[in-house]
Structure formats: C-alpha cells, structure tokens
C-alpha cells in the first residue's frame, strides 16, 4: 500500500519571491496536511548531500548552486497515497510541460528554478523526510 507522507521543498526561488504562503494555500486546498515544517539556508554541503543521487548528472553542480542560494521550506505533508497525489499536484519537472493548475506551472520560471521539490518513491519520502526533520518526519 503506498504511504501517505511525502517530502515537499519549496525552493529558494519561490520563497525568495514570497511565494511560499500561495503554494501552501494551493496544497491545503487539495487536502494535503502540515506535518513538518521549516526554513532554512543549506550550504552546498548540505545541498549537495540532499540531491546525492544526482551526483554526477550533467545539472547537479547548477543545482546544488541555486539550492544553497537562499532560504527554503522542507515539508512533510500527509494525504492520501501522499507521493502520487504530490507529484500530480506540482506538475512536470519542466514547467513548460507541466500542466494547466499545477504548482510549477503557476509557480515556476525554468527546469532549474522550478519553484517545489517532492519525493518520487515512498522509500525517498521516508528518506528525506529523516534528512530535514530527523524521526518526527515519521511520527
Ligand atoms: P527536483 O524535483 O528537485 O529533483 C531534482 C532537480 O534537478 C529537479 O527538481 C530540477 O529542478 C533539477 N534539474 C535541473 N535540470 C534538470 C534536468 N535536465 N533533468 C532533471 N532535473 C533537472
């Protein structure tokens, strides 16, 4: 059965641009619960120890760049089979292609500065969720 917790980011794009109440407002509309919440400014240690799968990706230097760039807000957020119903929530990763009403598509400016995060596997949302918020991700 899939779980219902996922592990959200709102990136240092959309909070830098004061975005971070709309997202939220746009989530608890869709029935998406706060577990977790934080601010903060990661080093690109950190960064680069968050996004460690994609090391050695043609984007992870640029990513873990704009990642430490600024302030942003990890989320665990509980719904219903929480990955799935996330990732449709925010759309693409590209927000060219994301679709009509999603976060990214009325959030995000590129691939790059795409405005959320969300986990893509039930094992990756427990995963982060431990990276940002220790054991009360899982309580
Ligand atoms: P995110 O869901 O945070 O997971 C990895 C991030 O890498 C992704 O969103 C994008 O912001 C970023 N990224 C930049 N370029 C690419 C690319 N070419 N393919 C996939 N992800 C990319």
Redesign the pocket.
Known sequence: MAGNRTLAIIKPDAFGAGKAGKIIAHLEAQGFKIICARVLHMTTAEAGAF?AV?KGR??YD??VTFMSSGPCMPLVLEKADAVAAYRAAIGA?DPAEAAEGTVRKLYAES??R?AV??SDSDDNARHEGMFFFGAAALI
Do not use: A, D, M
């Open positions: 996004y994609h043609p984007f640029e990513l990763t691939k790059g795409n995060h969300g």
